[in-house]
């Protein structure tokens, strides 16, 4: 059973343009971490959120974590080539990460 | 600088071989993950380990096992190999544990195939 959707699972936009990928579940999740992952690569944590309604920004990126601790939405301002990659959220579920089903980004020059 | 390494970036084995994945980290965590990652699926916890000689399962254990006799060392083992595991394995490992957010340090994965 998938306990994390994204959406959406595939994203090709031009440089500049604005973007939203979203994660999620029916589940209550204690905290929730975004990854990108470069080809070839491990995945790479991008941000903790851990408080209800929280949102962090990282430059260009904005996470935003649900009231309900369900879902959470990355948004991305000005998209650049550099932020092409998979996108993954994973929500924290006792002791150990439950992964979501990605979102890949092409972001063209 | 963090590193987790892995023993093989490719691998290709025959359907009953018996496989071996090595990942060892440089960091002196307690906590190290075998992960297991198919497109569509993201990833899914095999196994994982809290200390030394400690193993917990994860979501999928069937058809793997794991040891860890050193600290640093984490091993996934696959002890007859089938197709339907074919994948990319990750390893990682964590300072700390608990559901309040915890930060894991990812291998570059490897790529394996079972003919």
């Known amino acids: 059973t998938q306990l994390l959707e994204q959406s959406p699972q595939f994203l090709s936009i031009q440089e500049g343009e604005n973007l939203t990928v979203y994660c999620n579940s029916s589940?209550?999740?204690?905290?929730l971490q975004w990854y990108r992952q470069e080809p070839g690569e491990g995945p790479v944590l991008l941000v903790t959120?851990?408080?209800?309604?929280e949102v962090k920004k990282l430059k260009r990126l904005t996470f935003q974590f649900g009231d309900a601790r369900k879902d959470s939405s990355l948004h991305i301002t000005a998209a650049q080539p550099g932020d092409t990659g998979l996108y993954l959220c994973?929500?924290?579920?006792?002791?150990?990460?439950?992964f979501g089903t990605g979102t890949r980004l092409k972001v063209l020059a | 600088d963090v590193k987790v390494t892995q023993s093989s970036r490719y691998l290709v084995k025959r359907t009953g071989e018996k496989v071996f994945l090595e990942c060892v980290q440089d960091?002196?965590?307690?906590?190290m993950f075998w992960y297991r990652q198919d497109p569509g699926l993201g990833l899914r916890l095999i196994y994982f380990?809290?200390?030394?000689?400690?193993?917990e399962k994860g979501d999928i254990p069937e058809g793997y096992s794991v040891s860890r006799e050193k600290k640093e060392r984490f091993s996934l083992i696959l002890e007859s190999a089938s197709t339907n595991q074919t994948s990319m394995y990750l390893c990682?490992?964590?300072?700390?544990?608990?559901?309040?957010?915890?930060?894991?340090?990812f291998g570059p994965g490897t790529r394996l195939t079972v003919t």
């Open positions: 990682a490992s964590s300072l700390e544990s608990g559901a309040r957010g915890y930060e894991q340090y």
């Open positions: 589940s209550v999740f204690s905290s």
């Open positions: 959120v851990v408080t209800g309604g």
């Open positions: 994973a929500g924290a579920r006792t002791y150990k990460y439950i």
């Open positions: 960091m002196d965590h307690e906590n």
């Open positions: 380990s809290y200390d030394v000689k400690m193993k």
